[in-house]
């Protein structure tokens, strides 16, 4: 496939800086938007967790096991407020114990023992750490919160749980318009969304997000692992086993972290190579904050790029 973007150094300059517009004026349309709407979802979360526990006053280790959601507003219920790390240091316990608790989307489907003596060394940490300046009838008061006490301290608390996964929120909406656009792009091509399983399972004219793809580990190795890729499409010109063209979306709101994911493209696109040959097709679909020393690094790997603010040069991978 012919290069699209990254052999136009020419241009990067021009690009650059439309891109860092295009990310600009969507966050100050959408951004706050996202955030209120997380910040809503915020507070049920926290008063969730306000009845869970009687207001912090009830707090016990079985409760951050039967309800491992509750233990991200708990963290933020303490002065100051405690990062994942911070938190299992003080408790003593591994942080990947910390986030198992956190990731869990259900209570365990057998009582986990282990589990529960890790908790019981958290709760303590937690109570100990209450900020009693927010909710004081956490410090040794047997009265409960008035309603506009428990209201304040609810509304402080689910901001600073928004703070805290204010990056996420953001990427994750990003993400999604960045898939939408993609969407509208194919769609209008007669390209139809499908959910297969593999590669393999692509017909011409089929595209697919968040789809793993199994690669070699190593050259002479016969190692394979799953890599996740964001798009597969497979062309409508594509014959039966042709492997599909791969798109990371990827967005940025800094040119100051950029740089640290640029090693895991580079290492994506080798296995890919090799894997199913050196015609294959792996590129970049960026909006944001990239600077010429990423596109440098980039064009070096051999990976090429379409600018979301310029989506028409998807034409250009042959769709």
Known sequence: ?????????????????????????????????????????????????????NCGKDLAAATLVLAPQTLPVLRQMTCPPLARDRLAGLSGISPSVVKRLESLDRPPSRSSGKLLANAEKIVPVLKGMFDVDLMPWLNGARSLPTSVQRSRAALVVADRLCGSLSDPIIRNAQEKRQLKAITAWLAAKGYVKTSPS??????????????????????????????????????????????????????AGDFANVNKRRKEEAQKISQLKLTYGNDVRFLLFLCGYFDSGYLGYEAAEGIDWIWEHRISDMEHMGL
């Open 1 to 53: 496939m012919k290069a699209i973007n990254r052999d136009k150094v020419d241009a990067w300059k021009r690009d650059i800086e439309k891109s860092v517009d295009f990310y600009n004026e969507w966050f100050l349309a959408f951004a706050p938007t996202t955030f209120r709407e997380a910040r809503l979802s915020a507070r049920e979360q926290v008063e969730e967790v306000f009845e869970a526990t």
């Open 198 to 251: 593999n590669i393999s399972q692509m017909k011409p004219g089929d595209f697919a997000f968040h789809l793993n793809v199994n690669v070699k580990v190593a050259t002479g190795s016969d190692s394979r692992v799953n890599i996740p890729v964001d798009v597969a499409i497979q062309p409508l010109s594509a014959a039966q086993g042709d492997v599909p063209i791969f798109l990371e979306a990827k967005s």
